[in-house]
């Protein structure tokens, strides 16, 4: 119940914005492999900023919820997928951008539940860059 505990109210509205803040991110992330010269380099700089913000929301907490693995974790995992794709198409390193939500990133993979439910990224790029080589993309 929202009127008797507030900080619920908080950390939903926090959850939501942070999930759309996610879901930004993944436009960025296809405009950057669907896109050459400044289009895509405009979308690495938006894809980028969605990123520092993200990583400023995490903080120093171990998970976007605090202790504990849960919704936003497992709503945005999935768009970590797309970072080694996107590094090496557009040239930039997430983890020198944002080196806490890599560090995110790699402590939620060692969860099972997280390791076997995500495809290597690795995977992702070879399976997408003869896809935009044929598209004149890469």
């Known amino acids: 119940n929202f009127r008797e505990s507030p900080e619920l109210l908080v950390n939903f509205r926090t959850n939501i914005l942070t999930i759309i803040l996610g879901l930004g991110m ?12 400044e289009e895509r380099e405009k979308a690495k700089k938006e894809f980028i900023e969605a990123l520092k913000i993200l990583q400023g929301v995490l903080g120093d907490k171990t998970y976007f919820g605090g202790d504990s693995f849960g919704f936003v974790d497992i709503a945005l995992l999935p768009f970590s997928i797309w970072f080694y794709t996107l590094e090496n198409v557009a040239n930039f390193s997430v983890e020198a951008e ?6 995110w990133v790699k402590r939620c993979r060692e969860r ?3 390791s076997s439910s995500l495809p290597d990224p690795k995977k992702v790029y070879d399976f997408m860059l003869p896809m935009m080589q044929r598209m004149g993309l890469a």
Request: no cysteine; glycine share 10%.
């Open 98 to 103: 944002t080196p806490q939500l890599v560090e």
């Open 26 to 37: 993944q436009v960025s992330s296809r405009n950057i492999w669907g896109n050459k010269g």
């Open 112 to 114: 099972e539940s997280v």
